[in-house]
């Protein structure tokens, strides 16, 4: 819980909800930086054998 | 403008549009080989961990004694959950929780949370983000007890990408004649149904790598679940999946006070078409437009739109990405699915200006609001600035972003690997949160709000009633219990044998049971029996049938005096003696008592 507060202050406020057009390419190029901060995320994901992780992740078949 | 309020409401068939949701959880262990695959183990670790109190709950009445009977198994077994009851591998080891009233359990080796019920679609978002912190916690809990080489994986999502699916499922309160209607009467409202179910997927599809089930090959599709769908309606769940489920549990009175049906005129409509989504602005998306689309489908204000073949409709939309798949409707006109959006949209536009959402679904015209914008953008097809409010559009442009660093084709396994990473529950590798914490999300609760649900149930359903009955109860005094009732019991003195007295909560009326309503007993009470006798529970036997033998005259509940019992009742506007029958003659103590060990 700690950390996940921690986590929670250091977020970034989130691009304005604006969408009928006037500051869309604004809101493009802001979300592309922001998508940036999933880089680190995806390379710790891929730094492993992805083929090993997918046969890993069998489900049994649910609702 | 016209009344809707709840009162009024029930009058015309209308009911606001209340809505629960029970989700599925891919869960499996990383570095734990099993060629039964490790969902078993996974589910059953996160089980353990999560909080709540366990109590046996079966669909059919079944009781099998105390609560407090829960035992894990080794995970191989086939383990019972509780002592006694019939192992149901769809239901096993249901427990609820006194923090919101929502409750956990094991269906098919995947933990399910089910959230509380709540009103309004913000609430739900709310509700769905804390039950994923409350979830995330368990995994943590999890993996901390876990042997070193092994690491308990938890996803928000569908599918495994290898043929197995698994639900996001949301229910609505709807009228009984509005779901008489929709599948036994005007068959043309399920064909409408089946058309904003299937189109929705631009505002709800999660997005996924490839296809499955057969399916014809794909790069990158919409939903996780459309190539999982094989037929239009059914009452099955786990095969031969039904775009529209027709299965008829109000959870709202139980089987035998009205074959199947509630006496209440309530029903509940079980969607179990929808991704399981992470952006709050598509889950806002997915209950608020449903709730507004099943209250004009209550009030007989259903649009004409009805797809030619919805099943081969919802493939293709879900296959195109581009989004200009069109498909042909009843009348041989061909939409894309956005069109098919836009003109239920404009008619729920309609129908919200005229008043007719007041009351059954809160916040109606900031979701007709948001709804238009997202609409705007898919038209425009913009994907970056749909990647803040959209999963599968967050998902492809993180995709993207992958695979052109790397020079990845859509069939790696790279790619796979991250489709599944997004969904990860754990905030330190899932891809949707790092984008959440960068920035990149549009959010529409507080932080504020999430947290709050992860403490407290909602004020203005029954779930309310039934975190505070749990909280004042602990787990040994609670016997049996489902969404509509809680069965408690309490030892009787004296006795050669442990036996029970027992004492039902009816809360068939999802409704009621509010804050409003009960806040003030419940402070008033000083305890559990005190709580009972205000909100008029009823004695029962250990079945929850009525006692076979009338009581006469005034009954207490254990552990209040005639005078405690008097004041209570005067204090809560009940006759002294009312129908409170809370001791005495039940069928079991003429027999002897029953025993429980």
Redesign the interface.
Known sequence: MRERERRHNEERPAPPATAGGGNLDGLRAAGNDFLAAGDDAINRALSGDSERFLAASRQEGGE | MEDRTPENTMDTGALPKLCGADV?L????????HGQ????LASRALLRHMPGAAVEVDSWGGSSGGANWWFLDDGWGGGRGYGGATYNP?DWGRRYLPANGGCAYI????LELCLPEVLSAYDHVAAWQAML?IA??ALERANAALADGGRV?AFANNS????????G?VNFLVSRRCFDNIFHRKLHYLLFLASYLTSSIVLTGAGKVGSENGRPEVGFQLSQRADFYETLTGIQ??YNRPIVNSRDESLCGRPGQGPARAANGMARLHV?FFDTTLCQVASLLKVGVTQLVLAMVEQDRVPGLMLEDPLRALLEWSHDPSLRAKARLVGGEAYTAVDVQQAILEAAARFVEEGRADGLVPRAGEIVACWA??L??LR?L?V??L??RLDWALKL??LR??AAG?GLAWD???L???D??YSSID?A???YW??????????VVS?GSVERFVHEPPDDTRAYLRAHLLRLAGQDAVSHMDWDHIRFRFPKDGRKWPTYRYVEMGMEEPLAWTRARCGESLERAGSLPEALTLLGAQETDSWGHPPKTAPVGPRLLPGVTAQGQEGLCRGAGLPEAGNITLEGSSWEDQQGGTYHA
């Not at chain 2, 695959?37 to 078993?40: C, K, L, S």
């Open positions: 599925e891919g869960n499996f262990i990383l570095g734990v080989q695959g490790t969902g078993r769809q269906d098919l080796d995947h912190i995330r916690g994986m495994d990408g290898l043929g197995n699916s698994y639900g499922h769940t786990t179990i914008e997202t705007e953008l425009r913009d970056e600035a990647a803040s442009c993180i972003r992958a790397r790696a396994p790279a796979k690997h991250l599944l990473m905030p590798d899932g891809l790092a984008c959440e914490r960068g920035g990149a999300v549009r959010r932080g």
